[in-house]
């Protein structure tokens, strides 16, 4: 097995740090009331890593002459598409989603041929997981799955609507549901998703309200949905159908699921509502039930593996724009002034970078990849008595996972499982108070925390688009038999993903990433370390 040094210089992709090769196993996820806990190991010791792609059911030698057709075939059996074939002995039937009804296409004069007026997408068309052929692993931002940064094709299924079906319309009950926290978009996509439904034919439609609270609450009934209901909602924030972390057990959402009669289940969600849409996925097949179970990711974080982006952060990263304006205007405006703003990110710390980019206006960004100290010789705050010696005032940014190491840990966890988090931003302000205190420095601090502004924001123009596309494919890969996929934007094209392959861990950035250096440039930040 090949080995190679894990010194950080070399930029070589480790594995527990960007999850490509982790010991794989998908029945590691367990739940408790639908919380995803993740139980992985890695193979590595204190001086040196295991390079391998490590497959579910092997790890490929780097040495084998075969190594990169394992590594292939491996890949594309994990990211084949679940479908409603490999347990149903179905015949499919011609679409009933055509573009022609909108009229005949007149191109150069000539009606455009069959396939140009219908544009659907074959079963086999792919789209490449990764674009970029790195030369060496010192290349900025490389992620090479051996030492050798070899090219290894990785495709994935596109999006879009098939010619053959299988499902008759006017028969389904679609369900629709979302969970967790609210995001801008949740509306935009449930829209969607009743427009592309009712262009298939489908009548009866439903929306489940308060997440996977909705499956078991007989105090909260179905919610009727069709396009005069969902026509403008997109023109606010929040979601028509209620939020709600956890739920009932797996087995009693599929009883629900069955009672009701659902066909089609859409669910809006993060990885733990991810991981909950796989089990329900599971439990439907295991009984036989002919349920399609898709889902789209909402994360603001931006913190789903294998996406571009999902929606809701475009907006995020804008609207954080006024909290950082603010904060930088309060700043200059007070003498040795100090704005510091904290901005969503539990583990990932996407928003709080990106924002940062934007507006160059921050001096000092912290974020949950990259560990820092506060104090010494090299920490955030000698750096702030630097910034304002030199500048006069100073603006923090900081992500709401950041810097959890410095602060008292909590075994407390919120409904979904997640680990409840310190307050990070209330830690730093009290932490440059005491400090410029000491140092006898006058410091004026406004700490500001935008977070459920920012949350309940209805979606910018980037993200209604993605929302709408997200929202129409979901229905696509619905009718075309697919169940347990989620629908997501990957180097620019629309793709379905098999759920277990984007929870197995959260997307993160990655400090050796040329998108951090433009940050740090940006900011002229050192080491804090």
């Excluded at 594995?15 to 367990?30: A, I, T, V």
């Excluded at 926290?181 to 449930?190: A, E, F, K, Y």
């Excluded at 439990?283 to 996406?307: A, F, G, Q």
């Excluded at 688009?465 to 890969?477: M, R, Y």
Aim: aromatic content about 8%.
């Amino acid at each position: 097995m090949a080995l190679v040094s894990t010194i950080n210089s070399l930029g070589l992709v480790i594995p527990e740090q960007h999850s490509l090769n982790p010991k794989r196993d998908n029945s590691g996820f367990s739940f408790n009331r639908l919380g995803l806990k993740s139980s992985k190991s890695y193979t590595k010791s204190k001086h040196s890593v295991v390079v391998s792609a490590t497959t579910a059911n092997s790890e490929i030698d780097f040495n084998e002459p075969d190594w990169k057709q394992h590594f292939q075939e491996d890949f594309e059996n994990r990211f084949n598409l679940p479908h409603l074939r490999d347990v149903f002995d179905i015949k499919p039937i011609p679409t009933t989603f055509s573009l022609k009804r909108r009229g005949s296409q007149i191109v150069n004069g000539e009606s455009a041929p069959e396939d140009r007026k219908n544009g659907y997408v074959n079963d086999d068309d792919r789209a490449l997981l990764k674009v970029i052929k790195y030369s060496s692993p010192t290349s900025a931002g490389a992620e090479c799955i051996d030492p050798d940064c070899s090219w290894v094709e990785q495709w994935v299924h596109r999006a879009g609507p098939r010619m053959q079906i299988y499902f008759e319309p006017e028969k389904v009950k679609a369900g629709i549901v979302t969970c967790g926290g609210l995001c801008p978009g949740l509306n935009d996509v449930i829209r969607q998703i009743v427009f592309t439904l009712e262009i298939y034919g489908v009548k009866k439609i439903i929306g489940i309200p308060y997440g996977y609270r909705g499956f078991f609450e007989e105090t909260l009934p179905e919610i009727p949905l069709s396009r005069q209901v969902v026509q403008n909602i997109n023109l606010a924030g929040g979601s028509l159908l209620g939020v709600s972390r956890g739920g009932p057990n797996v087995s009693d959402i599929v009883d629900s699921i069955q009672a009701r009669g659902i066909d089609m289940l859409f669910i809006l969600g993060g990885d733990g509502t991810h991981a909950g849409a796989n089990a329900i996925h599971n439990e439907c097949r295991k009984r036989k039930m002919k349920v399609s179970v898709v889902c789209v990711p909402k994360t603001i974080d931006n913190d789903i593996l294998h996406m571009d982006k999902t929606f809701g952060f475009d907006t995020a990263v804008e609207e954080a724009q006024r909290a950082i304006n603010s904060a930088y205007i309060e700043a200059r405006s007070a003498y040795h002034g100090i704005g510091l703003v904290k901005l969503m990110g539990r583990s990932s710390g996407f928003i709080a970078m990106h924002a940062s980019l934007s507006s160059g206006q921050i001096d000092v960004c912290l974020i949950p990849e990259v560990p820092f100290n506060l104090g010494g010789s090299y920490g955030v705050l000698r750096h702030l008595e630097h910034l304002i010696q030199t500048k006069g005032s100073a603006v923090v940014c900081v992500a709401e996972g950041a810097g959890q190491d410095l602060l008292e840990k909590s075994n407390a966890t919120d409904a979904s499982g997640n680990v409840v988090l310190r307050d990070i931003g209330v830690h730093i302000q009290q932490q440059i108070k005491r400090h410029f205190k000491e140092k006898g420095v006058h410091a004026d601090v406004k700490y500001i925390d935008p977070t459920y502004m920012i949350r309940a924001c209805r979606a910018n123009a980037s993200d209604a688009i993605l929302c709408t596309v997200l929202g129409q494919n979901a229905v696509h890969g619905a009718f075309a038999g697919y169940s347990g996929i989620t629908v997501g934007i990957c180097n620019t094209h629309y793709v379905y993903l098999p759920i277990p392959e984007v929870i197995t861990s959260t997307r993160r950035v990655d400090p050796d990433s040329r998108m951090w250096h433009r940050c740090l440039t940006s900011t002229g930040q050192p080491d804090f370390l």
